[in-house]
């Protein structure tokens, strides 16, 4: 017997709450933009099947670390497939919690796996570009898409830890107003970087966008130093973020 699909209004008001629509940290611009409305339409025929919350989430993963790998691929083909595969990584991520809601299937280790996915999706991206940058140039590429990666991975650990250490201390997690920094100074620069995003390429998702005008620009040039650019100011960037990042959550009242 088919069951029938729900209708796309009330699939919203259950799998898309306003309140996590609305947080700043919570949803990704693109979502609001663009991916939720196609989300749900994918989300209205896949409650209609057995497959799983857990399961979408493990093809988000595979989405996320594909993109790192398809960037080995030279050319255009391989960066075109890398945004491909990451906004796979953005559709799968909206998707299982959509689903997840809709069936009340809900699992810690769903969540472990959410959060694991997005690691090492976006540590995939900066070292596939790495390696993509060292193609007719220095192995000291790899190191630099490594040290990406790396920046990347500490700037989601600085804040999942910040959680992990209100847990340990018998606290809530913290809301948005206590994310506002305490000195003068921070703030003003977090605003500045609010206005530029220029935080955002720290990120797989515009990263793999970013990639993607530096490889047209390489086939118009005939070489890959448009790429190494590209690898050098993310790397730079990332790492500037970290140093930032960690100042303000030391600077608010996230841990007090």
Known sequence: MTVAAPA???????CQPQAKLASRNGEHWAGRLYMRAVSLRVTRQLVRTSVSPNTLTWVMVVCGVGAGGALLIPGLPGAV??????????????????????????????????RLGAYLADAALMIGAGVRAARGGS??????GLAAALGV????????????????????????????????????????????KIHRVTNGIEASLVLLAAA???????????????????????????????????????LR
């Open 81 to 114: 497939l890398a945004v491909v595969l990451m906004q796979g990584f953005l559709l799968f991520d909206c998707v299982d919690g959509e689903v997840a809601r809709w069936k009340k299937q809900f699992s810690m280790a769903g969540v472990y796996v959410d």
């Open 153 to 196: 991975v500490l700037l989601k650990a600085s804040t999942d830890l910040v959680d992990v250490a209100r847990a340990r201390s018998g606290m809530a997690p913290a809301d948005e107003e206590s994310t506002q920094p305490r000195s003068q100074g921070i703030a003003t620069a977090r605003r500045l970087a609010s206005v530029f």
């Open 139 to 144: 192995e000291l590429w790899v190191s630099v």
């Open 8 to 14: 796309l209004a009330e699939l919203r008001e259950v």
């Open 216 to 254: 047209v620009v390489d086939a118009v040039v005939g070489h890959t130093d448009p790429t190494q650019v590209t690898v050098a100011a993310i790397t730079v960037i990332t790492w500037g973020m970290v140093v930032a990042h960690l100042a303000s959550i030391l600077s608010s009242s996230r």
